[in-house]
DNA sequence: GATGATTTGTACGTATGTATA
DNA sequence: ATATACATACGTACAAATCAT
């Protein structure tokens, strides 16, 4: 359900790529499998043979491969030559360059936000930020979820570049297998919250740097909060 | 000649992605079309039709199709559904913000190349600037751009971040097509050169924000140069 | 380690959509 | 505007590689 904001922001790359307007069976693969990755019916590791996606989405394993080829260059996926298809599995090192990666790309559309926003854009900045606390004390997790992808969705349109745009939705959409959990932590919804707050009230008084000194911490914390779990998980 | 390097930079990625060691069809069809592509061969605008490309290569149409969307992905090519493959051609504010993107990659690189390269990376970087100085005075453009080539991806890699790295020879790979000819603007080489000084100059003393401006400057300086070489071919 | 079963890689054919006369 | 030519989208077939026993 929380997931089902995530998928567009992957699936509107998608489209925007391929120019595609009502879809191929190919476009439509490249959608379905990157759902079953991001909500997690496919997990990270998971190998997938193009034979049973092809049966299971009742079409031939030609746009399956296709797909299949597409999600590996967007790097949801990891293909050898004569094996079968794997959901990328970001091992740790590869999973805290890809955070830094993160927290560097919302540090410049937070800083770039801060300058570049048009009035309507930081009034409706704010008032979904606004709007979002009532998801903060019901401890609605996959609600706030929305919201949250939201946020962070508006502060890549914020900086006014297509190019950003596209670096930051692409790492973030390779990152959320990871980082779906983090809001099972105790307290880390309000936590959240406050950040976001940060860097909001940043952008608003056009505060370029604190902006993106805020969004670097908070994506650091999103990754230290992850990693945790991951460890409980694990522990 | 001299684009072979960049042209490598570009592979590697595509290996990177598939893991694939030898290469099937379709891997030496993604180099291949993207070499094509990258030292200009198929220009920006260009229409694809894969039957062609499938008899220049002496290969089915499968794989040139698969080729031809993993290179959608990467951003080399756009497709329509039922139309014919074009080359991807960057409108102006869409090249704005690739390079804008482009320096604000390269910024980061040099930041975390100043504080994180090894003595050993810091050694090579600057035996290769000085040893790129004697193309310098000899306008021998070509074999510069071979050193320059090389020059940013030691940056890319210095940044101890693999994704980080894949962002931004991804964005370069992109920019190729539209920053190839700017070494033909009078003087810009010496410049250049004094340029990526500074960034070395930066980097091997440790100054990350020096070297960090100093990157985003040189990328700027490339921006304005490879849209003056634009201007100039048409007007 | 060898063999049978699965799975991938590539070629090719047909149907459908797009451009052109 | 209609028809013809052409390019793509998808399905199917078979060889080669991989995996499992």
Redesign the pocket.
Known sequence: MYAVIEIESVLERAEKKTLTRTG???EHMVRAIADLIITGVLKPGEK?????L?VRF??????V??ALRQLCAIGLVE???????VVTNVSGSALNSMFEAMAELEAICARLSAERMTTAERRRLQKMHEESAAFVGASAGEDYEAFNTEFHTQLYRGAHNEHIFELATQTRARLSPFRRAQFRIEGRLSKSWGEHDQIVGAILRGDAVAAGIAAYDHVSIVRDASATFARMGRG
Chains 1, 2 share one sequence.
């Open positions: 191929t069976t190919v997938m043979d193009e034979g049973s092809a009742e079409v031939s394993r030609t746009p491969r296709e293909r050898q030559p004569n094996k079968r298809a």
